[in-house]
């Protein structure tokens, strides 16, 4: 089986200007009145407000300036602003999702809910061991559509879309943390070849708000979760750029770098392309949070055991110090791309 897989993608890309307060207006898009309760948050954080009863904010950005600001509400398409700054009050609008609701309660299947809902949970959850102690705590807002189309006797295709109206709430008994998770696409295909070769893909967009719920736990238990926590980090996305900004690449030959922290090595991720790649070349400095890399054809990833494919899709990609990276720009393959959000941790995140 060909297994593809498309890593969820977090709406928005980079921005380059820097502020310390998001201030505005959060309105309906087909009504002009205004919304309370839209949340205005740092997507992959725990940082976030809501907006007042006259639909106004103000989010203090003084960790995050540089990132993407989401604006999420129940029953409505989340909208993401890269370029932001603190001169400007903000007008938001957006766009109710019911219409997209009534459709895909037309088109869904009586009778295969629970089948299509295990579908989703394996692609949006992943299936790690962290994966299986997560919990969807409002399954039955889930919506799903089917479409099956056969070719030939050998040959066909399905895909399964969801969709929620409310945001997704989920419980991370692994990781300790709850995520409150606004989707806005969910896509899984299943295709058969003639040759009975099967491919399958995910594509999955939305935009996700952090609680840690660390301190709720009893102390052996805050132990096991911290440790879960650190094996989680070790080798992901989040701790392959983290180590990239620090810049301690080593050339090990003309088609390897090596990249580590500085504890001797201790936590080692091994570069390889079948292209010559070069350590002062790899990356552009920026300024103190950001960085770019360059575009060097395909990199083969080691950590350990763990073996993953980084395609830069762009001359140079943006990424910060604490571990985002602009995700519309990059493709992962291998143990990175699975990474669902049964192993994400917040950008707040700091190895204990």
């Known amino acids: 089986m060909k297994k593809i897989t498309i890593l969820i993608v977090f709406i928005g890309c980079f921005s380059s200007a820097h502020c310390q307060t998001f201030k505005g207006t959060v309105y309906d898009r087909s009504t002009d009145s205004t919304l309370s309760s839209a949340i205005i948050y740092i997507s992959g954080t725990s940082v976030g407000t809501y907006s007042d009863i006259h639909g106004n904010f103000e989010l203090d950005l003084s960790k995050y300036s540089s990132m993407p600001i989401t604006i999420s509400m129940l029953g409505y398409y989340s909208v993401t602003l890269s370029d932001h700054n603190s001169n400007k009050m903000y007008d938001i609008y957006l766009s109710s999702k019911i219409n997209e609701l009534n459709e895909v309660v037309i088109k869904g299947k009586k009778g295969k809910w629970g089948s299509y809902l295990r579908i989703f949970k394996r692609e949006f959850l992943g299936e790690s061991e962290n994966a299986m102690e997560c919990n969807i705590l409002n399954e039955k807002d889930l919506r799903f559509s089917y479409n099956y189309n056969r070719f030939s006797f050998n040959s066909d295709s399905s895909t399964l879309t969801a969709f929620s109206s409310k945001p997704i709430l989920i419980h991370n008994d692994a990781l300790g943390y709850s995520i409150t998770y606004y989707l806005d696409k969910f896509k899984y295909s299943r295709i058969k070849g003639e040759n009975k070769e099967i491919t399958e893909a995910s594509i999955i967009l939305g935009n996700y708000l952090f609680k840690d719920d660390l301190l709720t736990l009893s102390e052996p238990e ?37 990249l580590s922290d500085n504890n001797l090595f201790s936590k080692v991720f091994s570069i390889g392309s079948k292209t010559p790649i070069y350590s002062d070349s790899l990356l552009i400095r920026k300024d103190r949070i950001s960085s770019y890399i360059r575009k060097e054809g395909d990199l083969y990833i080691d950590f350990g055991m763990k073996h993953s494919t980084i395609v830069v899709k762009m001359d140079s990609v943006y990424f910060e110090k604490d571990g985002y990276y602009d995700p519309t720009a990059v493709d992962f393959s291998g143990e990175m791309s699975k990474q669902r959000i049964g192993d994400l941790l917040p950008f707040e995140y700091l190895v204990k």
């Open 222 to 258: 805050r132990s096991k979760v911290v440790e879960r926590r650190k094996s989680a980090y070790l080798g992901s996305r989040m701790h392959f750029f983290r180590l990239l900004y620090g810049g301690n690449l080593y050339q090990k030959g003309r088609y390897n770098i090596s």
